[in-house]
């Protein structure tokens, strides 16, 4: 408590040296002030450039099968974080959250709603704009004993606290002879929403993938979302969790076990989304949709049964799982929305080649990525720099046919 409490106190405004520099007239007339200006905040618009909706946008029409029909109910992804965040405070107070507009605003895309209101400001705290302060913050808080939620506004922003995420958090644990855990998770939208451009439409799964001693999750579902956040918080190393601004309100069929409060999924374990015999489709976050739209159909317009793979966990990869469907359809196509370059893509065919399932290959393993340069703010542009559901049907089909 004395540690979260010194946190609180860091981040929070010296109240009783505010009230003692004017006199309650003048701290009367601020007061107002200040709620007038609250106020205009929250209730003036903002100001947004009309767009269409994009192609690849994931809508109501496209969501998947649940796993079993054992009360099944709806939940978009928003709600699963939230209620993930929320069970993990209640179960362990060690757990807390920070970052910038988190409590008061209820999070920039309001996945913390409501938190700031059970909790209170010792553990859902706002932090200043300053990313390598407030990440740097939470490492410390991990390493004395806290468990710490640290929100990016998105993970774009993240790169003023990568020294603080890789360095300090990433290596700790490991430099300390495994004596000194640092259970912080890292969480934001990642990757490319519509109309931010080339500065807020990175993929940094390969960027944190690449490093020893993080473990990093991209999830796709509701059901992903819940059991992969409660597993990240409780593990004793720092997580990078990258999720995706445009699946925050897409609905998901849960079952009664994954709303269950002792729902984990294991970090480091893929899942077969759709089984298939053709070819085997490798994918992450909201290019699962579109795998498995593709899917469907070339099943039904080809006859071609395509197993779509959802990796859920970047780093540690199950390989294994992948192998073995490779053994099974012969084929690998990967697909991801980052760049083509030393992609998520390239490191999983570069371990197929290298795996006893290279022998089983018909045909050159191929990726689908999104385009080689930073993400045009154009709206024709932005469309082709990304794969949809048609692309990746082409390519899957010219794969098998030439």
């Given at each position: ?12 405004p010296?109240t ?49 099968l ?76 991990a390493l ?5 939620v ?13 020294d ?7 290596k ?10 640092c ?56 997580v ?21 409060e ?11 989304e759709?089984?298939?015999s ?43 799982t992948?192998?073995?469907?490779v053994?099974?359809?012969n ?14 893509g ?33 709206e ?7 794969p949809?559901?048609?692309?990746i ?10």
């Open positions: 408590m004395a540690s979260r409490a010194a946190v609180s106190k860091v981040l929070r010296a009783s040296s505010i009230r003692a520099l004017s006199s309650s007239s003048a701290s009367a007339s601020a007061s107002a002030s200040k709620l007038v200006g609250r106020n205009a905040l929250l209730t003036t618009p903002l100001a947004r450039v009309l767009r269409s909706e994009p192609k690849w946008l994931v809508g109501a029409e496209q969501r998947r649940a796993s079993s029909d054992e009360g099944v109910t709806q939940m978009t992804v928003r709600e699963a974080l939230n209620s993930a965040m929320e069970e993990e405070m209640n179960r362990d107070e060690t757990v807390f959250i920070m970052g910038e507009e988190v409590a008061r605003y209820n999070g920039a895309y309001k996945i913390t709603k409501g938190l700031l209101d059970k909790f209170g400001e010792d553990r859902v705290i706002d932090t200043p704009i300053t990313e390598s302060g407030f990440a740097g913050m939470a490492v410390g808080a004395a004993g806290l468990r710490p640290c929100e990016f506004m998105t993970w774009n922003f993240a790169m003023q606290a990568i603080q995420i890789v360095n300090s958090g990433g700790t644990y490991y430099m300390s002879g495994g004596n000194v855990p259970p912080v998770t890292f969480r934001g939208p990642n990757g490319a929403a519509a109309g931010v451009a080339a500065q807020h439409s990175q993929d940094y799964c390969a960027w944190y993938g690449s490093v020893p001693g993080l473990k990093v999750i991209s999830p796709w579902s509701a059901a992903d979302c819940r059991g992969l956040l409660k597993a990240a918080i409780r593990d004793p190393n720092p990078c969790f990258l999720e995706n601004e445009l699946l925050y309100g897409v609905s998901f069929p849960v079952t009664k076990e994954e709303l269950s002792d729902f984990l999924l294991p970090i480091g374990k893929a899942k077969v759709k089984e298939g053709d070819v085997t489709i490798v994918t992450h976050s909201k290019m699962v949709t579109h795998s498995l739209e593709a899917a469907e159909l070339l099943e039904k317009n080809e006859g071609i049964k395509v197993e779509v793979i959802n990796l859920r966990s970047i780093r540690p990869l199950d390989i294994d992948i192998i073995k469907s053994k099974k359809t084929h690998l196509v990967t697909v991801e929305g980052g760049f083509p370059a030393f992609g998520v390239s490191e999983i065919i570069a371990q197929i080649c290298e795996s006893p399932a290279f022998d089983y290959l018909d045909a050159p393993p191929e990726r689908i990525t999104g385009a080689d340069v930073p993400t045009p703010y154009s024709s542009l932005e469309h082709m720099a990304f949809d559901t048609d692309i049907a082409k390519v899957l089909k010219r794969h098998l046919c030439e």
